[in-house]
């Protein structure tokens, strides 16, 4: 099994629930933002301005599920 194939080992930390992010009160990223802005756009709706970075992390994984992007794309 190659390394993009194998899954993280339960209790593996190095994927922590936003909620528990030491810096996810802190604004979110530039990258965060642009992201969210794309992922909107997609989704016919505003873009939000002012989360979080754990909260602009969740809603970036609802517009990605919304928008059909956290599908892995055929030939990839």
């Given at each position: 099994m190659s390394k993009q194939e194998q899954k993280p080992a339960t209790g593996d930390n190095?994927?922590?629930?936003?909620?528990?992010?030491?810096?996810?009160?802190?604004?979110?990223?530039?990258?965060?933002?642009?992201y969210l802005k794309t992922l909107s756009e997609e989704a016919h709706l505003?873009?939000?301005?002012?989360l979080t970075k754990a909260e602009a992390s969740e809603r970036i994984d609802e517009l990605r599920k919304e928008t059909g992007r956290d599908k892995p794309q055929k030939g990839h």
């Open positions: 190095t994927i922590k629930d936003p909620k528990d992010w030491t810096t996810g009160d802190e604004p979110m990223t530039g990258a965060q933002k642009s505003e873009s939000e301005e002012d």
